[in-house]
């Protein structure tokens, strides 16, 4: 599966849009991406997912560069309450995927008032 | 609330006590995993359930051993732990290999926190 790579923290004054990006340099045809985070000590929460077109749910966007090397999440409107460790993840489609989620450390995003 | 439930929330347990951790799901998936998440690291997988066949082992210690009766509950024993298996336990579900993915969303539960003392 391929590599992931996120910047450790960032912080994001609330209300603004919070942009966290990620490296997927080796990324293949047939790879999803996905986000997910995790607030202090709960369980991960799925944001949101893309092969190559961008996509939007109520939560988030997410934009992936053309050749797919790397992508943007999008948090709009930034509250205290996207306070949390943010995962980007690349997963095969199809019978190539196990369901084997591999996390890294992520990036922590600050939210401040 | 995500339609995972794990008991109990925190457990404390001696070196040599047997006990169990437990998950349901009620979102009619047929995938489940247990995760662990030690202090200041990743989370790592443990286990993979496919129709209530184990289909993923990564490489746990035999002191681990889950169970998955059917698709909506499963289970982790625990016996002869170590202060070092102290950590967070996740449990997730997801729908299996149907479609174009597999696992595509998981479904995560808010964890057991384990303390091995």
């Known amino acids: 599966d391929a590599k992931t790579t996120q910047p450790p923290s960032m912080d994001c004054a609330e209300g603004r849009a919070a942009n966290l990006p990620c490296n997927h340099s080796?990324?293949?045809?047939?790879?999803?991406v996905y986000w997910y985070r995790q607030i202090h000590s709960q369980g991960p929460q799925y944001i949101i997912h893309?092969?190559?077109n961008n996509e939007t749910n109520e939560m988030a966007s997410l934009i992936i560069t053309e050749d797919r090397k790397s992508s943007t999440l999008i948090l709009p409107h930034a509250t205290l309450r996207d306070t949390a460790v943010y995962y980007c993840?690349?997963?095969?489609?199809?019978?190539?995927?196990?369901?084997?989620?591999?996390f890294g450390q992520g990036t922590t995003l600050q939210v401040k008032p | 609330e995500t339609g995972v439930t794990q008991t109990p929330r925190h457990l404390v347990m001696g070196m040599t006590n047997k006990k169990s951790l437990k998950c349901e799901q009620h979102l009619g998936h047929n995938a489940m995993y247990w995760y662990k998440q030690s202090a200041k690291k990743p989370l790592e997988l443990m286990f993979v359930?496919?129709?209530?066949?184990?289909?993923e082992n990564n490489s746990v210690p035999s002191r681990f051993s889950p169970e998955c009766p059917n698709s909506s509950h499963l289970f982790l024993h625990l016996h002869t732990l170590q202060p070092e298996d102290s950590a967070l336990y996740l449990c997730?579900?997801?729908?299996?290999?149907?479609?174009?993915?597999?696992?595509?969303?998981?479904?995560f539960g808010p964890g057991t926190r384990l303390l091995v003392l």
């Open positions: 359930y496919n129709f209530k066949e184990q289909t």
């Open positions: 893309g092969l190559k």
């Open positions: 080796t990324i293949s045809g047939n790879e999803y």
């Open positions: 997730a579900s997801s729908h299996p290999g149907t479609g174009r993915l597999w696992g595509e969303t998981q479904y």
């Open positions: 993840i690349v997963l095969p489609g199809g019978s190539s995927n196990t369901g084997k989620l591999i």
